[in-house]
């Protein structure tokens, strides 16, 4: 079976062979397990999500497709000898994209010992956004507690504008130049540097939030403008992914596939700024978007473009120049999973790794497990120092988070 690309995949897909835009996600477990139980999770995971089992190829006039693939979810094995040891293998995986023409869009490596173990899961942007990758960890590791699913079509998997409320016709497609397609992409190793707040921190901080009638989105992501204003001027441009699965038309609680919009804060950031101020103008400016509308003209505008595409390089530049932005905040949210499965348990996750849009950018990962909130910063600058640089802005980050809660 096969499906064409909506506009909104199309440009992932586009895109990532630019600039990678691969992402990862990581659960640290506890418990053991064999590779010949991975293997078997990982083949019920790909039954119950159909976008598990395509790789893409082109059609006759240039055009991408999903295509079902018999092929298994590539995995290997990493003997597990130190705690750090997943940020290696994650940035080693980040470097180099998925290659998309052979194999299902994601692959696996577990890290394990003895006693603990880590599930990286590296999936391509065009099949899955950052609660897609939740989704499948939950699910690889029910599979391993025993747990069995059934196969779900492809059309069950349908694209961002198609499960919009109302439709509009496609475009009449234009043939595309037999240039059209560059090559696989690589690039530099970024640096990754995770925490993992205490439950005491992370309880203080959703008390806080709400006491000052922000968010604790809104506090993490005025913690670490505030540790990026020393580094440029005013004013600073802050972009969050925001799940829309709320505004669809078809019901998509936890399917696996990209349905989030970008949405961007701008802040002047002056000295003295108080913490509490910038959190609640994030959640003002914020909540001012109506994203269901945004979704409507971002179809209208994607949809005509996609269809007269020519020049791919060029217009993947004006992309970029369109959403420039010092940080990228991700938050996942409290996500909805148990962490005890069978005699495996999960102490830690973080949730999305992802590599920056653009060059220099910073892409902050956060996601609240049980009573614990981790953050996962992410930087690709190669200036001498950048992985000292990264390690201490983390640090500022949750010393700023901390402070406000005092």
């Known amino acids: 079976m096969e499906r064409e690309l909506g506009a909104f995949e199309h440009l992932y897909w586009l895109y990532n062979q630019f600039c990678p835009l691969d992402f990862a996600t990581v659960a640290k477990l506890e418990g053991q397990f064999s590779v010949n139980q991975l293997r078997a999770a990982l083949q019920q995971v790909q039954q119950r999500h159909p976008m598990l089992r395509v790789r893409i190829e082109t059609d006759a006039m240039g055009y991408p497709k999903f295509v079902e ?38 692959r696996v490596v577990l890290l394990q010992s003895e006693t603990e173990s880590e599930l990286i899961i590296v999936c391509h942007h065009t099949i899955a956004d950052g609660l897609s990758a939740v989704y499948i960890t939950r699910d690889i590791i029910q599979g391993l507690a025993g747990k069995q699913f059934e196969r779900t079509d492809l059309s069950a998997a349908v694209s961002l504008e198609s499960a919009l409320p109302g439709s509009e016709p496609y475009p009449d497609k234009i043939l595309k130049p037999t240039d059209y397609l560059p090559p696989q992409s690589r690039c530099s190793p970024p640096h990754i540097r995770p925490v993992v707040l205490s439950t005491e921190l992370t309880q203080h901080l959703i008390q806080r939030s709400r006491t000052e009638q922000t968010t604790v989105h809104g506090a993490i992501s005025a913690a670490f403008l505030l540790a990026l204003a020393p580094q440029f001027a005013n004013p600073i441009r802050c972009l969050h992914p925001v799940n829309v699965r709320s505004q669809l038309s078809l019901p998509m609680p936890d399917g696996v596939g990209i349905y989030f919009c970008f949405c961007v804060t701008s802040h002047s950031l002056q000295e003295g700024s108080k913490f509490w101020d910038i959190a609640r103008s994030v959640k003002s400016q914020l909540s001012q978007i109506d994203i269901a509308q945004q979704l409507i003209e971002e179809r209208q505008l994607r949809q005509p473009i996609v269809a007269h595409l020519t020049n791919a390089a060029a217009y993947i530049a004006d992309l970029r120049s369109q959403y420039p932005s010092h940080l990228t905040v991700t938050n996942l949210g409290r996500v909805d999973m148990a962490q005890q499965y069978g005699n495996v348990r999960i102490t830690a996750l973080h949730a999305p790794v992802a590599m920056p849009g653009v060059d220099g950018g910073l892409t902050l990962g956060v996601v609240t497990l049980g009573d614990r909130l981790a953050l996962t910063l992410i930087s690709t600058s190669r200036m001498e120092g950048c992985e000292r640089a990264a390690t201490t802005l983390l640090s500022k980050g949750v010393k700023h988070l901390e402070q406000a809660v005092e």
């Open 69 to 106: 693939t018999d092929a298994e979810i590539p995995m290997r094995q990493v003997a597990r000898v130190e705690d750090q040891q997943w940020q290696q293998e994650v940035a080693g995986e980040l470097s180099r994209s998925l290659d998309w023409q052979t194999e299902p869009l994601l």
